[in-house]
């Protein structure tokens, strides 16, 4: 199958530091990528210029005849003064277009025209078009369709620009960390609307679940190289670390080599003079790779740490309520060193509740909170902490 979208050597530079070299690859239709890389490395730059947003320094990219794009970026910017409604219908596609026509041929009074428009809106089934218009916004939870969209937050802006994206119905779709700003509910919706829309998806997103479920390859940018993994994030993670292994193995191998060939390059001038050119070619191929990093440098802190036995907390039908609102109720659970664990509920559910009374900021009503002896906690409030202003940042950290 023919990719719906190709990128053929594109180089892009921030000033002196080049983000990415010569990136090759492709998108089929139907496919749903995600593109990850650190921060600061150009996932949103490769983004801008794929949206015809930014010019690559080097390298070309074309897609398919006839492919419509939808672009969410993470700063979207709106006209002033309008409003929800005009920035959703701001858009290109043929159901806006031919809603547009409708109206217009509504305000002309052109009998003749008018009757023609209803019968195109009738072939194309765009009687309740501005309804699926309203249910994105809605689920997307904005409610005033006639508020100047510079009145709203930047978060509802944001979500006002995927509603926009997402109502053009394009055939490929690229959007820029499009969960951020949205609660759960929203994220919920977005991930049933993507999993059963048709289009193509290429991605950036922080959210790891997110990704999880809706995506079925990923890039990830490394090293200004590109690497495609036919999976989820699941299967990434897994392959990526097998990649690492099988680089960081060759790059040994080289070092072990390259100390035998730089005895050899040691010696007399004309002893090498004597030799195939091709070795001494070889030798500085060796020399480049053996000179790669098997792990990335970074600042490593000495911080104290404290033994942790095998037992670490366990939870017996812990309950806690307020003013007779139940937050938790008969709660049990066993941790488990190692674990990692995320805790998701809409606002006011008890979620911060559920933490101080595991930290025991916070008695429960019933129930036993049993921690294991060796136990220290690491807690970052809601509200931060309390710092002293008198002390070094690093006395801060270590103390």
């Known amino acids: ?33 995600a593109l990850i890389a650190r921060n600061g490395t150009g996932k949103t730059t490769l983004l801008n210029i794929l949206a015809g947003k930014l010019v690559a320094d080097e390298g070309y990219f074309t897609i398919r005849k006839g492919i419509r794009t939808g672009y969410l970026t993470q700063l979207p910017v709106y006209s002033a003064g309008q409003s929800v409604m005009e920035a959703v219908f701001s858009g290109e596609n043929e159901m806006i277009s031919l809603v547009r026509s409708y109206e217009s041929a509504l305000e002309s009074h052109d009998q003749a025209l008018i009757a023609k428009m209803i019968e195109k809106m009738d072939a194309a089934n765009a009687w309740d078009y501005e309804n699926r218009v309203k249910q994105v916004l809605s689920q997307l939870k904005i409610s005033r369709l006639d508020q100047p969209v510079e009145q709203l937050s930047g978060g509802q802006q944001k979500r006002v620009a995927l509603a926009a994206v997402l109502v053009e119905e394009p055939d490929l779709l690229i959007l820029d960390e499009p969960t951020n700003h949205l609660d759960i509910e929203m994220v919920d919706w977005l991930e049933e609307y993507l999993g059963r829309n048709k289009a193509t998806l290429l ?197």
Request: net charge negative; hydrophobic share 35%; proline share 1%.
């Open 203 to 399: 991605m950036v997103t922080h959210d790891r679940y997110f990704l999880d479920r809706v995506c079925n390859s990923i890039f990830e940018m490394d090293n200004e190289s590109l690497y495609k993994y036919n999976g989820n994030y699941s299967y990434f993670l897994e392959k990526r670390e097998e990649r690492i292994n099988q680089r960081n193995q060759e790059i040994e191998r080289a070092r072990n080599l390259l100390r035998k060939e730089q005895d050899w390059m040691n010696r007399m001038p004309q002893a090498r003079a004597t030799k195939a050119k091709y070795r001494i070619d070889a030798f500085y191929e060796l020399k480049d790779v053996a000179e790669q990093k098997t792990e990335e440098e970074g600042f490593s802190l000495d911080i104290k740490t404290t033994r942790l036995g095998s037992k670490v907390l366990n939870l017996e039908g812990v309950s806690k309520s307020f003013d007779g609102n139940m937050l938790v109720d008969d709660f049990s659970y066993k941790f488990v060193k190692g674990e990692r664990i995320g805790i998701l509920g809409k606002n006011g559910s008890g979620k911060s509740t559920l933490l101080n009374i595991l930290t025991g900021a916070l008695n429960p009503d019933k129930g036993v909170v049993d921690a294991g002896e060796t136990l220290v906690f690491g807690y970052y409030r809601q509200e931060g902490i309390q710092l002293d202003e008198s002390k070094k940042v690093i006395e801060v950290i270590t103390e």
């Open 1 to 33: 199958m023919a990719n719906i979208l190709s990128v053929e050597g594109l180089t892009h530079h921030w000033g002196d530091i080049r983000l990415f070299d010569s990136l090759y690859f492709g998108l089929e239709e139907g496919e749903k990528a």
